[in-house]
C-alpha cells in the first residue's frame, strides 16, 4: 500500500540472462523501458505488492525492482544507470545485489543520473538499495500543487 | 523485507541474530587457523617467521580490502561508466601514504624494492591487463579479496591468470616467430646456462633479450640527488608520488566532482575556497575507502621495512638461502633462489603455485627463465610470498563473516567465461607487463619508479576499452531485443 492506504502493484524484474553474453530478455527489457505494460487487471509474471517506509521519507511504493543477484558490478552499474534514465520523475527503484561494490557505488552514481539515494538495507542473502528519480523535482511539484489546492 | 534507513551509506543488517553469531565464530575460525600455522611452524623452526611475516601483512591487506572494497578495476571503470570517483581518490590516497612510509624505508636503507625497466612494454602489458580486469570485474588483489568473500568466479579469475601466466612464460614453438631478431641475438649474448633454453621461447627472448637491456632506476636515482633523504622523499615520494597523485586528483575533480559538488545548493561559491573545499570533499566522500587506503598504503610501506629487518637479522638476500640453510632444496632456481619481492606483490606468486601444479603434470616448468632462473618452483605451501596470498584471501574472508557479508556465490555460465577469458587477458598483461595493478603499479610508482605510471597509463586505457566495450555490447544487445519486439 502507499502512503494513501491505496493498493500499489510493483514491477519486479528479474535481469535474466538469454543466451550466450546476453544481456536482457525481451520481456525484461520491454518493461524496463516501458514499452510493455501488463494488462489491466491482470498482475504480471513476478509481480508483487510493496511498499517501504524510508525514515525520513515516509511510506514509499517501489516503481521498479531490479534483481542484480550473482551479476558483475560492472552489469549492475550499468544497467542501473541505464534504469535511471528511463524512469520518470518521482519513481522509486529498488535495486537488489549481492555485490558489495556495486553497493557501494550505487550511492555515489545516483545524483550524476538525477536520483537521490534514499537507503541501503542489508537482507540476509543481498542488499536493497532505492533511489528516487529526480525526487527535488517531484517534490517541488507536490508542493505547488497542494499550494493550488489550498488556494 | 529488512528495516529501512536513510543513512547514504551506513546500513543496517537484518540477519537473525544466530547468524551473525556463526558468522563470528567461523571468523575466529578462520584467523585461528592462521595463528595456528605461524606457531606452530615457528615452534618447528624459528626461521619461518619470515614466512609469517608474508602472511600477516597479506592478512591486513585481506582486511583492507575487503573494509574498502578496493578494487583498481572498479576506480577506472567506475570513473568511465558512472561518473564515480570514490574508488580512484582512495587508490591515490593508498598511493601517496605508502610513498611516505617508502620514503623513509628507503631513506634508512631498509628497502627491498628493485626499480622496474623502463619501455614501451609496460603500457601494452597494462592495456591488455586494464581490459581483462574489466571483463572479470575485479583486478588481481581485487579477485583475490572477492575470492575471501566467497565469489567463485573471483577464484575462476585467479585460476585462469595463474595457469595463463604459468603457461605463456614456457611458450615457444611458433611463437619463437614473433621474436625479433635482435631480441634473440641479444638474449644468446647473455651467456645463459643451456637448461633455460635461452633463445627458445616467446617469455625467454622477452626478457633476456629486450627487458635486461632497458634502464631501470628510480627517480631518486636519475635525479643523483647525494643525500638519501632527499632522494627518496623528493625524487622518489614528492616527484613521482605525491605531485603525479594531487594532479590526478585535481583533474578527477574537475571532469567528475565538481559539477555535482557545486550544483548543491547549500553552496556558496567563494571561488578558490569553495574549488578547495570540493577538493577535499571528493576525498573524505568515502570514508571507508579512505581508511583502507591509509591502512593499505602504511602496511605496504611497513612490510617492506620488515622484510628488510629479517632479510639483515638472517643475513640473506633471498629467502632461498634460507629455505636452503632449512634443508628444503625442491623447487628452488638454478641460483637457489625463489621470489622473494620483500613487499605487497599478486601475480608472480600465483604462476609458482599454476607453475608447480604443472610441473607435477609432466610439464618442465624449469626450462624458462621465469622460473628456472629467477622465481623457482617451491612446493606451495612453502612458497613465501604464496602465503601472504592464502592469508590475503583469509583477512578479507575474516572481515567478510564479520560483517555479515560473506555469501557463497556461484558464477553462471556467462559470467565463468567471462571470468576465465578475462582472466587470461589479465595473466597475459601481468607478464608483459611484468605485474600486476599491485606490483606493477601500486609497489612501483610509490617508491619512485616511473614504469608504473606506464602500466597505469595502459591499465586505464585498457579499462576504457573495456567500459567502451561493455557499453556498447549493452547497447547492441538491447536495440537488437527492441527490434525484435515489433513493438
Redesign the interface.
Known amino acids: 500500500m502507499n502512503r494513501n492506504g491505496e493498493r500499489v502493484m510493483v514491477k519486479e524484474l528479474t535481469i535474466r540472462?538469454s543466451g550466450?553474453?546476453?544481456?536482457?530478455?525481451?520481456g525484461s527489457?520491454?518493461e524496463l523501458?516501458g514499452?510493455?505494460a501488463s494488462e489491466p487487471g491482470k498482475p504480471m509474471a513476478g509481480v508483487k505488492e510493496?511498499w517501504?517506509?524510508?525514515?525520513?521519507?515516509g511510506c514509499l511504493y517501489v516503481t521498479l525492482s531490479l534483481n542484480f543477484i550473482?551479476?558483475?558490478?560492472?552489469?549492475t552499474?550499468?544497467?542501473t544507470?541505464?534504469a535511471l534514465a528511463e524512469a520518470a520523475d518521482g519513481d522509486v527503484i529498488e535495486i537488489i545485489t549481492?555485490n558489495?561494490?556495486s553497493?557501494?557505488?550505487i550511492?555515489?552514481?545516483s545524483?550524476?543520473?538525477n536520483g537521490l539515494?534514499?537507503?541501503?538495507?542489508?537482507?540476509?542473502?543481498c542488499?536493497?538499495i532505492?533511489v528516487q528519480k529526480n525526487a527535488a523535482a517531484t517534490q517541488e511539484m507536490e508542493e505547488k500543487s497542494d499550494g493550488s489546492r489550498d488556494e | 523485507?529488512?528495516?529501512?534507513?536513510?543513512?547514504?551509506?551506513?546500513?543496517?543488517?537484518?540477519?537473525?541474530e544466530s547468524?551473525e553469531n556463526h558468522n563470528i565464530l567461523r571468523a575466529y575460525l578462520v584467523l585461528g587457523f592462521f595463528v595456528v600455522v605461524s606457531l606452530w611452524t615457528f615452534s618447528v623452526d624459528t626461521r619461518f617467521i619470515y614466512l609469517s611475516a608474508y602472511l600477516w601483512f597479506g592478512f591486513i591487506y585481506g582486511m583492507a580490502l575487503q573494509y574498502g572494497?578496493f578494487?583498481m578495476a572498479?576506480a577506472i571503470?567506475?570513473l568511465f561508466?558512472?561518473?564515480?570517483p570514490?574508488?580512484a581518490v582512495g587508490i591515490m590516497i593508498a598511493i601517496v601514504l605508502f610513498s611516505l612510509v617508502s620514503a623513509y624505508v628507503t631513506a634508512v636503507g631498509k628497502s627491498t624494492f628493485h626499480a622496474s625497466p623502463l619501455g614501451l612494454y609496460c603500457v601494452i602489458g597494462g592495456l591488455v591487463f586494464g581490459v581483462g580486469m574489466?571483463f572479470t570485474?575485479g583486478c588481481a588483489s581485487g579477485s583475490l579479496y572477492k575470492t575471501g568473500?566467497g565469489s567463485i568466479?573471483a577464484l575462476l579469475v585467479v585460476l585462469s591468470l595463474s595457469f595463463t601466466q604459468a603457461i605463456f612464460v614456457d611458450l615457444g614453438g611458433w611463437l619463437n616467430n614473433l621474436v625479433p631478431a635482435a631480441w634473440t641475438a641479444s638474449a644468446a649474448a647473455k651467456n645463459l646456462p643451456a637448461v633455460l633454453t635461452p633463445t627458445d621461447g616467446w617469455y625467454d627472448q622477452f626478457t633476456a633479450g629486450y627487458i635486461w637491456d632497458l634502464p631501470a632506476k628510480t627517480i631518486g636515482e636519475v635525479a643523483h640527488f647525494s643525500n638519501p633523504f632527499v632522494a627518496a622523499f623528493i625524487g622518489n615520494s614528492l616527484i613521482n608520488s605525491f605531485l603525479p597523485a594531487v594532479v590526478i586528483l585535481a583533474l578527477i575533480y574537475v571532469r567528475w566532482y565538481r559539477k555535482?559538488y557545486l550544483?548543491d545548493k547549500s553552496i556558496v561559491y567563494r571561488g578558490w575556497r569553495t574549488e578547495l573545499a570540493g577538493y577535499w570533499s571528493m576525498i573524505t566522500?568515502?570514508r571507508?575507502?579512505a581508511i583502507a587506503g591509509l591502512i593499505l598504503g602504511v602496511a605496504a610501506g611497513l612490510h617492506m621495512w620488515v622484510m628488510q629487518g629479517l632479510q639483515q637479522h638472517f643475513g640473506i638476500l633471498n629467502v632461498g638461502e634460507l629455505l636452503k640453510a632449512m634443508g628444503i632444496t625442491s623447487g628452488l632456481s638454478i641460483q637457489d633462489t625463489v621470489f622473494d619481492p620483500g613487499y605487497f606483490y599478486i601475480t608472480t606468486q600465483e604462476a609458482q603455485g599454476a607453475g608447480w601444479v604443472l610441473q607435477k603434470l609432466g610439464v618442465n616448468e624449469m626450462s624458462n627463465i621465469f622460473f628456472g632462473l629467477d622465481n623457482g618452483l617451491p612446493n606451495p605451501i612453502l612458497n613465501p610470498v604464496l602465503w601472504m596470498s592464502f592469508a590475503l584471501i583469509g583477512g578479507s574472508a575474516v572481515m567478510a563473516l564479520l560483517n555479515?557479508?560473506f555469501?557463497l556465490?556461484?558464477?553462471?555460465a556467462?559470467?565463468a567465461?567471462?571470468a576465465v577469458f578475462g582472466g587470461i587477458l589479465m595473466g597475459l598483461g601481468a607478464r608483459i607487463g611484468l605485474g600486476c595493478n599491485i606490483g606493477a603499479f601500486f609497489a612501483t610508482v610509490t617508491n619512485g619508479d616511473p614504469s608504473g605510471w606506464l602500466f597505469g597509463l595502459g591499465m586505464t586505457l585498457g579499462g576504457f576499452i573495456g567500459?567502451k566495450f561493455?557499453?556498447w555490447?549493452?547497447e547492441r544487445?538491447?536495440a537488437k531485443?527492441?527490434v525484435?519486439?515489433e513493438?
Open positions: 540472462k550466450f553474453l546476453g544481456i536482457l530478455d525481451p527489457l520491454a523501458l514499452l510493455k510493496e517501504v517506509e524510508i525514515s525520513g521519507y550473482a551479476d558483475t558490478c560492472l552489469r552499474n550499468l544497467l544507470k541505464r549481492d558489495l561494490s553497493v557501494e557505488t550511492p555515489f552514481m545524483p550524476n543520473y539515494h534514499l537507503a541501503t538495507c542489508q537482507d540476509a542473502q542488499w536493497r532505492y | 523485507m529488512g528495516h529501512v534507513t536513510n543513512n547514504s551509506v551506513s546500513v543496517q543488517a537484518v540477519d537473525a547468524g572494497r578494487c572498479s571503470r567506475d561508466a558512472v561518473g564515480v570514490r574508488m574489466v570485474g568473500e568466479a555535482s550544483r566522500a568515502s571507508r575507502t555479515n557479508e555469501k556465490k556461484w558464477p553462471s556467462e559470467i567465461i567471462w567500459v561493455f557499453n555490447w549493452i544487445k538491447m531485443e527492441v525484435g519486439l513493438l
